[in-house]
Every structure is written in C-alpha cells, then in structure tokens.
C-alpha cells in the first residue's frame, strides 16, 4: 500500500491485497503473554528512537500489546517491524501475521484504532492486521531510520511481567498528567476565544470532546491494567502461602521417617538383616533428600515473601569446600566421574552468609554430578578480575549431558526440567537453579549458565564481599525473583 494512503480515510479498515509491504527489519514469534509484554517494550524502544513524542510512543505500545494478546491463541502468529519510506511522508509498519485462527475481536480493532491506523486483511494468506504509524520529520535519513530501529529491535532487553506492568503504570500516569494539562490550556484558550469568535469557539468544543474521548480510553485501559496487576499480586501471595504451609505440613512427617530409620540403625536397636538394614538405609537416605527439597521448598517460599533473613559472616573458604565435599562425596557413587576441588590457599576472606551459599553450591553441584556419567565435575574460585565491588568467582563445569540451546532460557524457571532420555533414573523437582538464582541475588550477586549439548555445562556464580558493600538489595531480608 502506498504511503500516501495511510494519511487518508479512517482509522481502521480491511486489506484486499495487492499491495507491496516494506521489507521488515525484524521479526519475532508471539507465543506467550511474555512475548506479548517483551513487543510492548520493543515498540515502545522503536517509536522513541524514530523521534516519536511521548504519548505516540504509549499510544503505539498500547495499541500492539491488545492486538498481540487478542491474537495470542492462533496458530503461527509473529509481528515484523518495516520502514514504509517510498514517499515524502515516512512510516513505521508493524505487521500481524497467522496461519490460523479465530478473526480478531472487533472491539479489539476498534480500541486499537482510536490509537493508531490499523487495516485488517481479511483475505490474506497467511491473514494479518497492519499498523501504520507516521513518522515526524527530524532529518534523519532513510539509512539513518533504519540503523535506529535495527539496533533497538536487535539489542532489546526482556522484561518480566511486573516490571512490565510497572512500565505501563507510569506510561499511562505520564499521559494522563498530559492530557490533563492539554485540557487544562485548551480551557484557557477557549475562555480568550469565546470573546472574539463563536465560530472558532465550535470548533475547539469538538476538539475538546475528541480529547475528553481519548482521556475515557486511556482511563478504561489503566483501569484494566490495575485489575490485572490486583490478580497477579493476590496469586502470587496464595502460591507462596501454599508453599510455605505444604512445606510446614510436610516436614513433621518426614522428620518421623528420618528419626524413626536412625534409630533402627543404631547400634542399641535390635539386629537387623542385611535385607533390612539395606532398606532401612534406602528408607533414611531418601528421607534425608526428601527433607533437603522440602527446605528448599519453603526457603524459595520465604524468599518470595520477603522472610529469608541475610546473616553476613566471614566465610573461611577452605573449610567450607571441605564440608561441601564431606556432603556431596557421601551421596555420589560414580566412579567414573571426578569431583575436583580448588587449592584456595591464596583467596581472600569472604563476607557473605555462609548457609546460603553452602546451599547455592551444593545444589549446583549435585546438579552437575546428577548430568554427567563421565568425566569431571570442576569448582574453581577466583578474584573477579573486573569487580564493581570486591567479588569472588565460583565457577562450576561439567562434562555432563549439556542442555539444548532452546531450553537455556526455561532452566531458572521453578518447577521446569529439560525433557528428554537423560532424566531417566535423575529425580528431581526443577526448583535447583531458580533457587540458586534467588539465593545469589539475595547476597547481591548474579549467577549466569552457558551450555552445549552433549558437551557440557557452566555455571558461573559472582559474589561480592558484604564487608565492602551496603545491603545487597533494597530489602534486607530478601525478595522474590
């Protein structure tokens, strides 16, 4: 479709081919509310670096975050990003695009067409929806436009779903306040006019309703939003009392099983035979990981709640590999694979909370140990060559099964595990590396996970010293992830 087209006719309308669309810059897939939260931040990104003011940014943003949730069930569904700039007047253009489903919602279309131009192509294959957005001029040339929206869309950062609730909170708060200020001058100029010139005074009372319109559908949306955002805190806040109350129920039992196996191996009880004493160990043993996950249940718990308490201490590394080794050898019985530990004669002293970061490496590598069938397990510690804060690296490789490219994204989300043959006879509850990431963000740390398949893995843990820092978060008692 011609550029001049788009400048012409109302907001919305159907496409009936025939027209040439722009080459696009990037295209992404639509499959999850994330990505629909991750499109909104991208156009927003787009609109601001082709020179869009603010309530065209939030307008553009708003309008594709509805279109990209009402398409969200069908089949195939992506979104381009293009430059229409074969006229005077130069356009960005997104496009929808899907392979099947139901057609869009009309109030969907409607909503989204008081914001932007949108045509709906209704006999397309594949079917698409079409949003056009002129562009200001400010100079820039065509390869200019292009070099912007090519770096911001192939450099975006993710969000997750509250920072991207809080975003469109303040996008929308940002445009009331400029509504609210526009109607307020608009007043101002009415009362100059309304002494001068009646006609002019009609025109500006259509002008005013046009705004009054546009104030109505950005409080519908902010209202909806803030609908939203209760939802998700009062889900939140019962997920985290079902954990901690489950993890509650559930230890009392288990500590029963474990007490009760330990005294039946105890050199005062009766005899057993080896078929008993076998299984009674069988009993303790699955008992004690039994209560090792139910702790890390409710500590992840008490992490989301804001109750998992930070108890800094000078760490002496030595002793605490030492006693990472006494736990982890004891429950490792391949001999085909070997656990490697660093000489840390030379490190210096460490201040964080030693319980959790005995946890965060003991699940990282019983983790590793659990993956590989041969080789070697690696903990190395070094300096942080470029620290912003004194900080130490705790690096753990493996030689293990690896995780696919497509999955390194999933592994730190609770309750995940990567499918596959390799799972067989390895139990385990997916809750290892979220609760890892949750621990070292608490001590003010990062931890971050590369991977090949079938070659092997590593982790890389960054601690800094709490001696030489102020509270590693906001919140001294912790966060949810």
Not at 65 to 81: K, N, Q
Not at 282 to 289: K, R, V
Request: charge should be negative; glycine fraction near 8%; aromatic fraction near 4%.
């Amino acid at each position: 479709m011609a550029a001049d087209a788009f400048e012409q006719g109302p907001r919305t309308g159907v496409l009936h081919g025939g027209g040439v669309p722009a080459a696009p810059v990037a295209s992404f897939a639509l499959a999850s509310t994330q990505d629909v939260f991750g499109l909104r931040r991208s156009a927003q990104q787009a609109a601001a670096a082709l020179g869009l003011d603010g309530q065209d940014q939030v307008r553009l943003a708003t309008a594709l975050s509805e279109l990209g949730r009402d398409r969200l069930a069908c089949t195939g569904l992506g979104v381009s990003f293009a430059l229409d700039q074969s006229a005077q007047q130069a356009f960005l253009v997104v496009t929808f695009t899907w392979t099947q489903g139901p057609p869009p919602g009309q109030d969907t279309l409607a909503l989204a067409g008081k914001l932007v131009r949108v045509d709906h192509d209704a006999e397309a294959a594949p079917s698409r929806i079409v949003i056009t957005q002129p562009l200001p001029s400010d100079g820039a040339s065509s390869a200019e436009q292009h070099s912007r929206l090519t770096r911001v869309l192939r450099t975006g950062t993710r969000s997750t779903e509250a920072d991207d609730l809080r975003a469109q909170t303040r996008d929308l708060i940002a445009a009331l306040e400029e509504t609210r200020a526009q109607r307020e001058e608009l007043h101002r100029l009415n009362e100059e006019l309304e002494e001068t010139n009646r006609g002019v005074l009609a025109l500006y009372s259509e002008l005013t309703q046009e705004l009054e319109d546009t104030n109505s559908g950005v409080l519908a949306l902010h209202s909806e939003l803030e609908d939203k955002r209760h939802q998700l805190q009062e889900a939140s806040e019962a997920k985290t009392r079902f954990w901690t109350n489950i993890s509650h129920e559930l230890r009392t039992p288990v500590n029963s099983v474990v007490a009760l196996s330990t005294l039946l191996l105890a050199p005062s009880s009766p005899p057993l035979s080896d078929d008993q004493h076998e299984q009674v160990e069988l009993i303790a043993s699955s008992g004690h990981i039994l209560l090792s996950l139910v702790s890390d249940l409710l500590d992840v718990a008490k992490a989301e709640a804001g109750h998992l308490e930070i108890h800094p201490e000078p760490v002496d590394l030595r002793l605490l590999v030492g006693h990472l080794s006494s736990l982890i050898l004891s429950s490792h019985g391949r001999d085909e694979v070997t656990l490697v530990l660093p000489d840390l004669e030379r490190l210096p002293a460490l201040v964080t909370d030693e319980t959790l970061l005995v946890r965060i490496l003991r699940n990282l590598l019983t983790n590793a140990l659990k993956f590989t069938e041969r080789g070697e397990v690696r903990l190395d510690i070094v300096v942080d060559p470029e620290p912003s804060v004194p900080s130490l690296l705790f690096t753990i490789t493996d030689t293990g099964v690896g995780i696919p490219a497509d999955e390194l994204d999933r592994v730190f989300e609770a309750f995940y595990q990567v499918r596959g043959p390799h799972q067989s006879g390895r139990p385990g509850t997916g809750l290892g590396l979220p609760y890892a990431r949750t621990l070292a963000e608490l001590l003010g740390g990062s931890l971050r996970l590369t991977s090949t398949e079938g070659v092997g893995t590593c982790v890389r843990l960054r601690l800094p010293d709490l001696s030489r820092t102020n509270s590693p978060h906001p919140e001294a008692k912790g966060a949810g992830q």
